[in-house]
């Protein structure tokens, strides 16, 4: 489903959008009543592989093996299920309102995207246990090579909220703990004019703390310094 929504926000023209809400939602419904109707008393493993047989058997009910030849950009869509080659590698609050694709007008494929609360990155030094964020970065760089990175903040940030009154997440240990990592962002804004002026201080040095400890990391700097 939100798969479907996905192509469907992101294309462009209205053909295509009514194409794939109106064949794959039926796809998508159909399959969900497969997987409901599927027994699992013989244990997860059992299940899972009936789901899976159900749900084939249904798309092909439903979708025509042709079908992607009358989609819009069908060999467009049909490239992404070979290989991903993002340019930009977007690292981005996970805040709903802020969908990089959108704002940036991409395409899918055309973005690399790692979100957490504030767009934070932790610095290279406390980093010794698996990280989510890390390895979505790494993978971005070493891998996928992209060419660019973005650290993408936004205005009336919830988490950088919380970084500056604690107080808010005093009951919410991980919410806590991570944005604590961006305090030397806001070590020196006590003196700012406004309550406003010193969350805006803020939410941009978030983004600028962020990319220094972007540069922490030896095989990011290393591929920085060489352009």
Request: charged letters at 20%; aromatic letters at 6%; a negative charge.
């Amino acid at each position: 489903g939100n798969f479907n929504n996905l192509i469907a926000l992101r294309t462009k023209d209205r053909t295509t959008q009514e194409f794939v809400a109106e064949t794959f939602g039926k796809t998508y419904i159909a399959g969900t009543e497969a997987a409901l109707t599927t027994s699992s008393h013989t244990g997860p493993a059992a299940f899972s592989s009936g789901v899976t047989r159900r749900m084939a058997s249904v798309r092909d009910d439903i979708i025509p093996r042709d079908v992607l030849g009358k989609l819009p950009n069908g060999e467009f869509f049909a490239s992404l299920a070979k290989s991903q080659n993002p340019h930009t590698l977007v690292i981005a609050c996970c805040d709903s309102r802020v969908d990089p694709g959108i704002i940036l007008g991409c395409r899918p494929g055309e973005l690399f995207v790692v979100r957490n609360v504030a767009a934070i990155v932790p610095h290279q030094a406390p980093v010794g246990q698996p990280d989510a964020v890390m390895a979505a970065i790494e993978y971005g760089v070493k891998h996928l090579e992209v060419n660019h990175i973005v650290v993408m903040g936004h205005s009336n940030c919830g988490g950088i909220h919380g970084l500056l009154h604690p107080e808010a997440v005093v009951h919410e240990d991980y919410i806590a703990d991570w944005v604590k990592q961006a305090a030397p962002a806001v070590a020196d804004l006590n003196d700012a004019d406004s309550e406003h002026d010193r969350h805006r201080l803020a939410e941009e040095g978030a983004v600028l703390l962020s990319i220094d400890n972007l540069l922490s990391y030896d095989w990011i700097r290393e591929r920085t310094e060489k352009g």
